[in-house]
């Protein structure tokens, strides 16, 4: 089954509390909030039936341009765990080429069911996804918990200013949302994404270099 079983010493994540300082995970809710309009409904892409995706994935997302003054913040503490987080997840640790990022607002019956973040060679460079979760003062939403089956139902609650880290191979999914006064402001809000290797398959040139 699972390599947890097998390897019972390697941890499905990391989790981390108090990521951001306070003002600064306040104003990045205060910020993502004027811009509502900018966020665009996750897509169906690979999919031929629009409906049977959003049956599987539901979401808006807004894009590391539209976020990008708080990037640094996240990239600092990213950069500042990184050996901690490989060691923990057993992964060897190795040069980041790069870091993606994405914005994520999961709303009132809102969802992503099963599926792995690494599975093509579109996604092999993601060698550790991250999810760093933020959102009302007052939590108005419930639900929405990371789900790993794998990993014996190991169920990550989405808790403000808090990240988590994990291997992008693990099977997971994030449980629907029950916001019930479905506004954009009392949703589950994410800032998600992956620490990239330079890829073995696109031989392209690392940041920097020509
Ligand atoms: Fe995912």
Redesign the pocket.
């Known amino acids: 089954m699972g390599m947890w079983k097998k390897n019972k010493d390697i941890k499905v994540v990391i989790q981390y509390a108090d990521v951001l300082k306070n003002e600064t995970n306040k104003a990045l809710l205060r910020n993502i909030l004027s811009k509502e309009k900018l966020f665009k409904f996750t897509g169906g892409a690979n999919y031929s039936s629009y409906e049977i995706y959003h049956d599987w994935r539901k979401s808006q997302v807004l894009y590391k341009k539209d976020f990008i003054d708080f990037v640094p913040h996240l990239e600092k503490f990213i950069k500042k765990h990184f050996n901690e987080i490989c060691q923990c997840l057993k992964i060897e640790p190795f040069k980041i080429h790069d870091i993606d990022y994405q914005l994520t607002s999961h709303n009132d019956g809102e969802l992503?069911k099963l599926?792995k973040?690494k599975s093509t060679p579109a996604t092999e460079e993601r060698m550790i996804?991250f999810v760093y979760y933020f959102n009302s003062p007052v939590k108005k939403f419930s639900g929405g918990e990371l789900l790993f089956p794998e990993g014996g139902d190991l169920l990550i609650k989405p808790v403000n200013n808090t990240i988590v880290f994990f291997n992008p191979t693990h099977t997971?999914e994030v449980l629907k949302v029950s916001c019930p006064s479905k506004k954009f402001k009392d949703g589950r809000f994410t800032i998600n994404g992956w620490i990239l290797k330079e890829s073995i398959l696109k031989n392209k040139p690392a940041k920097g270099k020509k």
Do not use: V
């Open positions: 992503f599926h973040d996804t997971h």
